[in-house]
């Protein structure tokens, strides 16, 4: 009797045991479910990017960007008759215009983004220094009889109005563009923006 009382529990153990593993596999393969649906990878591509405040300000900050300069030179004369000879002052000046933007003058909403998109529209090329001649170099080719100072400055105005005539050419103004679109496009895309789109205003009378 006492051998079969033993043996009844060793297979009411058995049994206990068996149900206690089925229980916890069904608790493992139920948490086991529940995790993975937690830990679901999901891959979500972010286009936007960000160009913030402080980034528009300091690009704003740079102020002038100079996109072209063209040198010159110009030889002026002036002729004062006399009653017996003529007196001749001839100078030649010398000059580097610049031709560029100042993004100080853009519109607020100069640079506006969407997404991997950025628009940006650049002030009016103009010429970014009024103060290109190069007084240094100047140098008088021919001079005879005496001149004032107030001959030489007349003299500066004419090559100063002739060196922007011929300098400030339409073809020269959109070099300049062509050159501001390519940079700032390039820059775009460097800051990780795919679609990129740059204008440039006209100045007035253009």
């Known amino acids: 009797m006492r051998r079969r009382k033993y043996n009844s529990s ?11 593993l089925w229980i916890v596999l069904i608790v493992v393969l139920v948490v ?13 591509v972010d286009q936007k990017i960000d160009v913030t405040p402080n980034q528009i300000t300091a690009l704003r900050d740079i102020g002038q ?10 030889m002026v004369d002036t002729t004062r008759r006399g009653l017996i000879s003529n007196d001749q002052l001839i100078r030649i000046y010398y000059g580097t215009l610049r ?10 909403d100069w640079i506006t983004t969407q997404g991997d998109s950025v628009f940006v529209v650049l002030p009016p090329v103009e010429l970014l220094d009024k103060n290109f001649i190069d007084e240094a170099r ?12 107030a001959d030489r400055a007349r003299l500066y105005k004419r090559a100063y109005a002739n060196m922007r005539r011929r300098c400030l050419t339409r073809e020269n103004v959109t070099s300049a563009e062509d ?13 990780g923006f795919t679609h990129v789109e740059v204008k440039v205003e006209q100045g007035k009378g253009k």
């Open 32 to 44: 086991f479910y529940y995790k993975s649906r937690g830990n679901d990878v999901t891959v979500e």
């Open 65 to 74: 960007w100079e996109f072209l300069s063209v040198s010159d030179e110009e």
């Open 99 to 108: 031709l560029g933007i100042d993004t100080r003058k853009a519109r607020p």
């Open 10 to 20: 060793i297979g009411d153990l058995n049994q206990l045991l068996r149900t206690l």
């Open 138 to 149: 100047t140098q008088s080719f021919f001079e005879s009889g005496k001149w004032s100072d």
């Open 179 to 191: 050159n501001a679109l390519r940079q700032f496009t390039q820059m775009m895309r460097n800051m």
